[in-house]
C-alpha cells in the first residue's frame, strides 16, 4: 500500500520536475559582446617642427561567436574626433569685378577635425540610415546650421563645401583599411594626426558592428597640448593681453631701429 502510494506521488509531480528542465531550442539569455581599446598615451605633445603622425589604438573583443568572427561578421570602426566648435562655411560672388563673400552658413558644434579608421568599407558595414543615426563617417557627421531660416535649397551646396575644405586641409581623413585584426580577438588601428591638428581633448571612439548591427562601442580621451615656444607665445597672448601688446610694439619698434642702423646708407 505504501509503495503504491509513492508511485502515484512520483507520478504526480513528474510533470513539475519536467517543466523545470531544459528543453533543446529553449531560448537562453544571450550574453553580449564586450569592446575594450587603449592607446599608448593619454596627451600628445606638438612642437613647432610636428609635421604628422600616426596614432595606434589597440582593442580586444570579448563574448564573440566563433562562428561569426571566422566568417568576418565582426567589423570594428575607430575614430578620433577633435573638440566640438561653431564652423562658418562663406560662399564668394563677383561683384562688380570684386570677388566678396556675399553668403555664409553657420553649422553648430562640429568637430574640429576627424579621423577615421575601420575594417572594411563603411558603407558595406550597414546601412546608410544606421551611420547617420550613429554620426559614423565623414559623410555622416550632423551638421546642423545655427538658426537656419529658408527653404533648403542651398544646405546641401553648403554642407559639401564644408567637408570639401576639411578634406583638403587634411583635417578630415578615412582609411578603409585601417583595423586589422592581429588575432582572432585582438585588432590594431592606425589614425592619422594631420601637421595643423588643434589643440584640446579630443575622443578616440571604437565602433563594434556584428553582421551590420551596431552592438556596442568604447571611447577613451585624448589630450593635445603644443609645448615649447608657441605655447608660451599663445598663453601670453591669453592670459596677459595687455602686457602681450606692449611687447609686441617694444619689438616691433625695437626690430625697425635695428634694420634701419644696419641697412642705412653711409
Known amino acids: 500500500m505504501r509503495l503504491l502510494a509513492s508511485i502515484l506521488l512520483f507520478l504526480c509531480l513528474l510533470p513539475a520536475v519536467a517543466g523545470a528542465q531544459w528543453l533543446p531550442g529553449q531560448a537562453t539569455e544571450a550574453v553580449r559582446e564586450g569592446l575594450e581599446i587603449g592607446t599608448s598615451t593619454s596627451e600628445i605633445a ?27 561578421q565582426y567589423d570594428v570602426v575607430v575614430v578620433l574626433e577633435g573638440p566640438r566648435e561653431d564652423a ?15 553668403r555664409s552658413m553657420t553649422f553648430e ?16 558595414l550597414t546601412t546608410p540610415l544606421e551611420l547617420t543615426d550613429q554620426g559614423i563617417g565623414i559623410d555622416h557627421i550632423p551638421l546642423t546650421p545655427v538658426g537656419f531660416v529658408g527653404d533648403g ?7 559639401q563645401a564644408f567637408l570639401r575644405l576639411q578634406q583638403g586641409g587634411a583635417l578630415y581623413d578615412r582609411n578603409p583599411s585601417g583595423v586589422r585584426f592581429v588575432s582572432s580577438n585582438l585588432f590594431k588601428a592606425s589614425l592619422r594626426l594631420p601637421a595643423n591638428i588643434p589643440n584640446g581633448v579630443h575622443t578616440v571612439r571604437a565602433y563594434l558592428f556584428k553582421s551590420g548591427n551596431l552592438i556596442t ?40 631701429w635695428g634694420a634701419s642702423l644696419i641697412f642705412r646708407k653711409e
Do not use: C
Not at 604628422?52 to 561569426?68: K, Y
Not at 562658418?88 to 556675399?102: L, S, Y
Not at 558644434?109 to 558595406?124: C, E, T
Open 153 to 159: 535649397s542651398n544646405l546641401g551646396e553648403f554642407r
Open 88 to 102: 562658418t562655411v562663406r560662399k564668394k560672388e563677383r561683384v562688380f569685378g570684386i570677388w566678396v563673400n556675399r
Open 217 to 256: 562601442d568604447k571611447s577613451l580621451p585624448l589630450r593635445v597640448i603644443k609645448t615649447g615656444i608657441e605655447q608660451t607665445i599663445t598663453d601670453a597672448a591669453h592670459d596677459q593681453p595687455i602686457l602681450y601688446g606692449f611687447a609686441a610694439v617694444a619689438l616691433a619698434v625695437v626690430t625697425g
Open 46 to 72: 606638438i612642437t613647432s617642427d610636428f609635421h604628422g603622425a600616426d596614432l595606434t589604438i589597440f582593442g580586444a573583443l570579448s563574448n564573440t561567436d566563433q562562428l561569426l568572427l571566422a566568417i568576418g
Open 109 to 124: 558644434a562640429v568637430p574640429h577635425s576627424y579621423s577615421m579608421s575601420s575594417s572594411r568599407m563603411i558603407d558595406d
